[in-house]
């Protein structure tokens, strides 16, 4: 199977004042075509460090990173913007969409950074992620008059919309509620069956669950790294007690 | 990145705030719209004196006697005797430059006729005066070469005089009226000419024959002034020339000496006058300009607050590829379409102005393409001058910490 990431002894190190922290102290490991991959760890575990180089953001201080065969390490800056923008998908906690901007306006944002994508073309491939996360019927909303979920699901079109060899999402469920937290899940697991590569970073272990590999960081070295058993999250959003609150209202004043 | 895309991205962050967007323009709007107002209208203000100066023919050149010192005190002009008719023929025997010459003698007595009386301003004459000074005759006509001869009591009355000493219908023709203690019969009637450039108004005058006014009324033999024509305009400064260089001959002046006379044509008037106005023009101008400056820094203030506010934005448009150019780049266009939409609208706003001022004012409208193309410039160059640093202060912006900025 394809590679997609192959990290090897990734270090960083930061220099705060006279002291050096050492976010990564070292880390190796491969990610393969149709993997979905959930990173753990506690605060201070260097999840964020490793999200941000595995994300082209920030450059290790050594160590190589291999980013679907292309060493990532010794790229400029704009060779990392066009990376980023022809390779990785993000999604936020925040969904970090532009407001008062339609959906389809949000989701084509990506697209006005690839100068190959001709206008017709833009629109054609925003409507295309739209459909894949099932919003194809909220194109002309602004992110105010959608609710977090859907907001969300924009925020993974426009990850979606330029193709990218994998989706990198960092916490986001975080800000969800339970019932919406697995129907974003549910998505992320449809997308991963139609062969999208998904690195999910989370701190939360019922959310890990719905992916199919976990690898643990703690203190800048991976003490886990294991395929578990998928559970599926149409499963586990059905096995949700129906009874939420507006339900019991409306019990109630029957 | 196209620049196509950079203008529809500029364009809509634009829109997301209209207030604020209009709000900055405001200021660059009233900057440019007083700038192109002032310009405008100080140009429509020495265009409308330069067309009154030149209806009243450009080549007319006027010799004074010049203030003279005796013993160490300015006597003024008043008592300076030294033009004298002797000096017109000598002027208009010795220069071809001059077409027509006419020797002034003012004086001013009470005109009466009836039961009505009216300060006349006489101006005592040679029948050339009238072509020299672009006057007509509304009716009757001039006096002769004859009744300058003869110091024939005519004379020509402006309409200032007329509606004063007469009655509504009443025709003045062939009327004679008292000036001081001597008849004088009306023998014509002047066109109107409305007010001269310095306000003063011309049709309240009474043009007589010199002779008279010198022998009948004041009794001298010099004149006061005198008022020739040059052959053309462009002859004007040869004239002057020919008139100092026989004047100081006739005077008998000493080499090194000062003129005991005064050269002064029409153009001098019309230059001194826009000259005047220039730099009224100018002054404006460069208060409007500074009013201009405010509005580029308010661009700049509101571009900061921008950067700030939509720091989150800026790291989200870097994860997904955009280059610290395009960022740049992006917030640069935004500043230049504010300043150039704002630029645009002051333009019309100022040419609307101008146009109605102008209106009101009775001046020409002049439209000047020069200005408007420097504004046009002039507000690109704010854009992005006072655009710069906030685009490089959001370009320079590190994407990790600008997506988790709060």
Not at chain 1, 17 to 25: C, D, F, H, N
């Amino acid at each position: 199977m394809k590679t997609i990431i192959k990290v090897d002894k990734l270090r960083r190190e930061f220099i705060m004042g006279i002291e050096i922290v050492y976010a990564l102290r070292g880390i190796s490991f491969e990610i393969h075509e149709g993997e979905f991959v959930s990173i753990m760890g506690t605060s201070g575990s260097g999840k964020s460090t490793l999200l941000n180089i595995l994300g082209c953001l920030d450059k290790p201080t050594s160590g190589e990173y291999y980013l679907d065969n292309i060493s990532v390490s010794g790229l400029s800056k704009n060779e990392l913007s066009t990376i980023r923008n022809r390779k990785i998908g993000f999604v936020f906690q925040s969904y970090n969409l532009l407001p008062r901007t339609s959906a389809l306006e949000n989701v084509e944002l990506p697209l006005l950074y690839n100068h190959t994508v001709s206008g017709k073309e833009r629109r054609e491939m925003a409507m295309h992620a739209l459909e894949l996360v099932g919003l194809s019927d909220r194109m002309g909303h602004t992110p105010s008059q959608l609710s977090g979920g859907q907001q969300q699901r924009v925020a993974i079109a426009r990850a979606l919309v330029n193709d990218p060899v994998m989706l990198l999402a960092d916490e986001a469920t975080g800000n969800l509620d339970t019932r919406t937290s697995y129907e974003i899940m549910s998505l992320f697991q449809e997308l991963n069956t139609k062969g999208k590569t998904i690195v999910f970073v989370t701190h939360e272990p019922d959310i890990a669950v719905f992916t199919n590999r976990i690898i643990k960081l703690r203190d800048g070295l991976i003490i886990k790294d294991e395929a578990v058993k998928t559970m599926s999250a149409i499963a586990a959003l059905e096995s949700l007690p129906v009874n939420d609150d507006y339900e019991i209202m409306v019990e109630t004043l029957n | 990145m196209k620049v196509i895309n950079l203008i529809r991205i500029s364009w809509k962050a634009l829109l997301r705030n209209k207030t604020r967007a209009l709000l900055t323009m405001l200021g660059i709007i009233i900057g440019i719209g007083s700038v192109i107002a002032m310009v405008s209208l100080g140009q429509s203000s020495t265009k409308s004196i330069s067309t009154e100066i030149s209806s009243m023919s450009t080549n007319v050149i006027m010799v004074m006697r010049a203030s003279q010192t005796q013993g160490g005190i300015n006597i003024g002009s008043g008592n300076v005797q030294s033009l004298t008719q002797n000096d017109i023929e000598a002027i208009k025997a010795g220069s071809v430059k001059i077409s027509k010459a006419s020797p002034v003698v003012n004086s001013s007595q009470q005109a009466v006729y009836g039961a009505n009386n009216w300060p006349g301003s006489i101006r005592g004459v040679n029948e050339d005066y009238l072509s020299i000074n672009n006057f007509e005759i509304a009716s009757g006509t001039n006096f002769t070469a004859e009744d300058v001869k003869t110091s024939e009591k005519v004379c020509l009355i402006g309409k200032t005089v007329v509606d004063n000493l007469f009655d509504d219908g009443e025709n003045p023709l062939g009327q004679v009226i008292r000036l001081g203690k001597i008849p004088v019969k009306i023998v014509g009637i002047l066109k109107s000419k409305g007010q001269n450039q310095m306000g003063m108004d011309q049709d309240d005058i009474i043009l007589m024959p010199y002779t008279t006014v010198q022998k009948r009324m004041l009794a001298i033999n010099y004149i006061h002034m005198i008022s020739a024509s040059a052959i053309s305009e462009e002859a004007s400064d040869l004239a002057v020339a020919d008139i100092e260089s026989i004047l100081r001959r006739t005077h008998k002046i000493k080499e090194g000496a000062d003129d005991d006379f005064e050269v002064r044509t029409q153009q001098q008037i019309l230059d001194m006058l826009s000259s005047v106005t220039g730099m009224l023009t100018l002054l404006l101008a460069a208060i409007a300009a500074i009013s201009l400056l405010v509005g580029g820094i308010g661009i700049m203030n509101i571009m900061y607050v921008t950067v700030t506010e939509r720091t989150r934005e800026i790291g989200l448009r870097m994860a997904v590829g955009a280059r610290n150019n395009d960022i740049l780049k992006q917030f640069l266009f935004e500043s230049s379409i504010m300043s150039l939409a704002g630029g645009m609208i002051g333009m019309a706003f100022g040419v609307g102005l101008s146009y109605i001022a102008s209106y009101f004012l009775g001046w020409p409208f002049v439209l000047n393409l020069i200005t408007m193309g420097i504004s046009f410039f002039v507000c690109a160059a704010i854009g992005i001058f006072f655009g710069w640093y906030p685009a490089r202060k959001a370009s320079n912006l590190d994407p990790i910490n600008a997506l988790r900025y709060e």
